[in-house]
Nanobody, 113 residues
């Protein structure tokens, strides 16, 4: 059984920052890639950032230079540091383990004045 729990979302002004966390269950965490996705109202879910088991990262063009994905294998947790937030970043953010079918409940990020 896989469990993913996202946290850290909230309301922030444009230009502000948030740090999202995703706690994953199981000892398999350290062996698989993790990803952050987001889904805005009326839009499809999109990939935001990935990090491999070896620590290699990748980002969507829309967030490059602003977001940073990281992981702590001892805590089975992946993070998404979001800086210079824009209104278009408003979405529910989800994490995914290993590209599989399991998702957390999501955490809402709202960027607004």
């Amino acid at each position: 059984q896989v469990q993913l729990v996202e946290s850290g979302g909230g309301l922030v002004q444009p230009g502000g920052s948030l740090r999202l966390s995703c706690a994953a269950s199981g000892s398999i965490f350290r062996l698989v890639a993790m990803g952050w996705y987001r889904q805005a109202p009326g839009k499809q879910r999109e990939l935001v950032a990935t990090i491999t088991s070896g620590g290699s990262t990748g980002y969507a063009d829309s967030v490059k230079g602003r977001f940073t994905i990281s992981r702590d294998n001892d805590k089975n947790t992946v993070y998404l540091q979001m800086n210079s937030l824009k209104p278009e970043d408003t979405a529910v953010y989800y994490c995914n383990l290993g590209g599989g079918p399991y998702w957390g409940q999501g955490t809402q990020v709202t960027v607004s004045s």
